[in-house]
């Protein structure tokens, strides 16, 4: 059973920082070939994808955290990571990560297969 599970989320003030960690779990060998990728939903707003890294610790940004967000793994721990700085109030959502094998920045989140429960990020001007 693959689960991935969130955590790192809180409250902070605009230009502080916060780190989230995705651990994985019941991933073996597949996990080093998988792109694993970090999205975020506001409500009332559509889940956006912001930021991915392939099999070869290759990252991609969405343009809206260029720049701010650092998107990583480590693969001996079976965990992703994504250092926030220089938050601003709009990036107050809930965070998720996901994984899947074929994807890319832009694809879609119903396209990725495993996800986990999300984490709240909560940035107050």
């Known amino acids: 059973q693959v689960q991935l599970v969130e955590s790192g989320g809180g409250s902070v003030q605009a230009g502080g920082s916060l780190r989230l960690s995705c651990a994985a779990f019941?991933?073996?060998?597949?996990?080093?070939?998988?792109?694993m990728g970090w999205f975020r939903q506001a409500p009332g707003k559509e889940r956006e994808g912001i930021a991915i890294?392939?099999?070869?610790?290759?990252?991609s940004y969405a343009d809206s955290v260029k720049g701010r967000f650092t998107i990583s793994k480590d693969n001996a721990k079976n965990t992703l990571y994504l250092q926030m700085n220089s938050l601003k109030p709009e990036d107050t959502a809930r965070y998720y990560c996901?994984?899947?094998?074929?994807?890319?920045?832009?694809?879609?989140?119903?396209?990725?297969?495993?996800w986990g429960q999300g984490t709240q990020v909560t940035v107050s001007s």
């Open positions: 019941g991933l073996t060998y597949s996990y080093y070939y998988m792109r």
């Open positions: 890294i392939d099999s070869d610790s290759n990252p």
């Open positions: 996901a994984a899947d094998w074929r994807v890319e920045l832009g694809t879609p989140s119903y396209e990725y297969k495993y």
